[in-house]
T-cell receptor, first 113, second 114 residues
Framework: DGGITQSPKYLFRKEGQNVTLSCEQNLNHDAMYWYRQDPGQGLRLIYY???????QKGDIAEGYSVSREKKESFPLTVTSAQKNPTAFYLCASSIGGVVTEAFFGQGTRLTVV | AQSVTQLDSQVPVFEEAPVELRCNYS??????LFWYVQYPNQGLQLLLK??????LVESINGFEAEFNKSQTSFHLRKPSVHISDTAEYFC????????????FGTGTRLQVFP
């Protein structure tokens, strides 16, 4: 089945540690996105990529980093510079260009203690 | 820049009652509009979308939304809700020939009571 896989579903880390969230898609989509979800704030865009080896900052990129070395993979690293990293993280993909439909993974809930 | 406003953060309703979830957007150019649904601890699923053509769009599970350009709205409606419709609903926009990402509203929590 085609889709987007995020792993792990739950992740716990100590404060000050970097952590990488995985996102893989087998939809052959060019574009991939990372969103952060907090209660009452909806989805906020962290980073997005329209093509391999290229990505752009979204609205809240500070404290995060990404890479896009392969079309099917778009990992997100939450660094120790992120002041409030505990959140639900969602990865999405679309065909590319103007978004006419985006497909989402099941999310990763990151808790930093 | 574009923005999306969902004025109602929570909408409580009894089973079999009608419901409307409101969405307004701000844009100086034409837009594509989307409604996504999210069940607890899951990702988002596309419910319906408006790209062009008929301003009334429908989903397979009884929801419908109407694009109103003059009021810059895309409200989501269902004539009779079920307990299983309890979820969070997000409205989103993208801009043809301009933006390459979705811009989301803050979401509306629909709680259906028996």
């Amino acid at each position: 089945d085609g889709g987007i896989t995020q792993s792990p579903k739950y992740l716990f880390r100590k404060e000050g540690q970097n952590v990488t969230l995985s996102c893989e898609q087998n939809l052959n989509h060019d574009a991939m996105y990372w969103y952060r979800q907090d209660p009452g704030q909806g989805l906020r865009l962290i980073y997005y990529s329209q093509i391999v080896n290229d990505f752009q900052k979204g609205d809240i990129a500070e404290g995060y980093s990404v890479s896009r070395e392969k079309k099917e993979s778009f990992p997100l690293t939450v660094t120790s510079a992120q002041k409030n990293p505990t959140a639900f993280y969602l990865c999405a993909s679309s065909i590319g260009g103007v978004v006419t439909e985006a497909f989402f993974g099941q999310g990763t809930r990151l808790t930093v203690v | 820049a574009q923005s999306v406003t969902q004025l109602d953060s929570q909408v409580p309703v009894f089973e079999e009652a009608p419901v409307e979830l409101r969405c307004n957007y701000s844009s100086s150019v034409s837009v594509y509009l989307f409604w996504y649904v999210q069940y607890p601890n899951q990702g988002l699923q596309l419910l319906l979308k408006y790209l062009s053509g008929s301003t009334l769009v429908e989903s397979i599970n009884g929801f419908e939304a109407e694009f109103n350009k003059s009021q810059t709205s895309f409200h989501l409606r269902k004539p009779s809700v079920h307990i299983s419709d309890t979820a969070e609903y997000f409205c989103a926009v993208s801009v043809p020939h301009n933006t390459d990402k979705l811009i989301f509203g803050t979401g509306t929590r629909l709680q259906v009571f028996p």
